[in-house]
Every structure is written in C-alpha cells, then in structure tokens.
C-alpha cells in the first residue's frame, strides 16, 4: 500500500552543524511532497515543499531535494539553531494532485545542542 | 486571519463513552481534512470534506467514527463507543485548493481513553 518511511527518528547535531532527514515513498503517482514542522506543543507548520518537476528547492538555510526515480526525498538544514529543534515530517501526496490525501512519515525528533 | 481552531484541546474519557470532536477551519476553505496521530507514530489521514460533501473517508478507521460538515463550514468528529486505542492527537487542516496547495493545521486535540 502507499507508506512513507523516515529516518532518522531521531537526530541530535551541535548547534552550527548540518542535519539532513531522509524520506522514501512507495506511490510512484505522488507529485508534492511537503516538510511540515512541529515545535512542543504546537501546531504542525509547513516550512518547504516540492514538487516533481523540480529537483531541489531552497528556502535560507533549509532545502529539499527529490529523485523521483529512486522516490527518495530529503530535507537539509544548514547552521542549525536551537531554534530548529522539533519534530519534523515529511509528507507525500496521494496519487496525483487532484487529491488532498497527504501520507506523513513517521516524524523526526530533531535537537539541536547550544 | 485566523488559523484553523480545534475544540477541545484536551479530553479523557473512559472506554466506552462518546466524545465529538470540533474543527473551525479558515474561512472561505473548501477542504478540511480530519488526521490522527496515535503515540509517536505517523499522522494518518482519516478523512476529506470538499465543502460539506466527503471527498475521500478511506481513512476512517471503523464505524465508530463520524464525521460531519453540516453547511461546509466547521466539521465534528464524533467517536462513539470510544476504544482504548482511539488515544492520540486528533489534527484538523484545511486548504483552499487541491493538491500543490497548503494544508494548514490546527492545534490538536489530544483524546485519551482510559
């Protein structure tokens, strides 16, 4: 069935370091695939996403890139900030885009260590 | 502009009890989708309102759940009899459109069957 792997689910780098979480998905269909952010007892929030017909995207200090051929997606953050610590999760749209259906990983803890 | 809202942000019931869940979501957003979150695993999509028609209720675990969108304004989850397993965080989002368009979270309610 359609599933969306993760990893780490856990990840802690040293303030100024680099962190990069990693995500598959099984549904060759999907063509959007966001980054949502959730900070402790917050709502989740969407910080980048990408579509099929590009390869990467930056946003300051965060990106994603997409190979569609291996269905593997990844979201980098660069010079960490405490700030950043939270869970984050990467999300694929069912099928095609004429659904609303997002299939979510399993969630990454990120801390970021002053 | 306010956000999407969720009433309760917290409830404990006992097995077997019914609790409805409520979600406002951004005026003039045609899509609200109901997730779920149970103990650190990934959100699950439960299901998808266009309006106050169900789109896609894939999603929805059994029969004990109900949801509502009476007048394509604010939606009601209502889980009756609730299980043990039925614990976690209940997420409503909205978009305005399909596919490539932002899903916009709620807060959260956190429901705990004892």
């Known amino acids: 069935g359609e599933n969306v792997e993760q990893h780490p689910s856990t990840l802690s780098v040293q303030e100024g370091d680099s962190a990069v979480i990693k995500c598959t998905y099984s549904?060759?269909?999907?063509?959007?695939f966001p980054w949502y952010k959730q900070e402790l007892g917050k709502r989740p929030q969407l910080i980048i996403d990408?579509?099929?017909?590009?390869g990467e995207k930056k946003d300051q200090r965060i990106a994603v890139t997409l190979n569609k051929t291996a269905k593997h997606f990844s979201l980098h953050i660069t010079e960490t900030q405490p700030e950043d610590s939270a869970v984050y999760f990467c999300?694929?749209?069912?099928?095609?885009?004429?659904?609303?259906?997002?299939?979510f990983g399993q969630g990454t803890t990120l801390q970021v260590k002053p | 502009e306010a956000g999407v809202t969720q009433f309760p942000s917290h409830s404990v019931i006992e097995k077997g009890q019914t609790v409805t869940l409520r979600c406002d979501p951004i005026?003039?957003?045609?899509?609200l989708y109901w997730y779920r979150r149970v103990m650190g695993k990934e959100i699950k999509f439960l299901l998808h309102?266009?309006?106050?028609?169900?789109?896609?209720e894939s999603g929805m675990p059994n029969n004990r759940f109900l949801a509502e969108r009476t007048g394509g304004t604010y939606s009601t989850l209502k889980v009756q009899p609730a299980e043990l397993e039925d614990s976690g965080v209940y997420f409503c989002?909205?978009?305005?459109?399909?596919?490539?368009?932002?899903?916009?979270f709620g807060p959260g309610t956190r429901l705990t069957v004892l």
């Open positions: 999300a694929a749209i069912h099928g095609s885009s004429n659904t609303g259906k997002l299939i």
């Open positions: 005026s003039g957003h045609d899509n």
């Open positions: 549904d060759s269909a999907s063509n959007y």
């Open positions: 989002a909205s978009s305005q459109e399909l596919g490539f368009d932002e899903q916009f």
């Open positions: 990408i579509r099929s017909n590009v």
């Open positions: 309102f266009v309006k106050e028609s169900k789109q896609d």
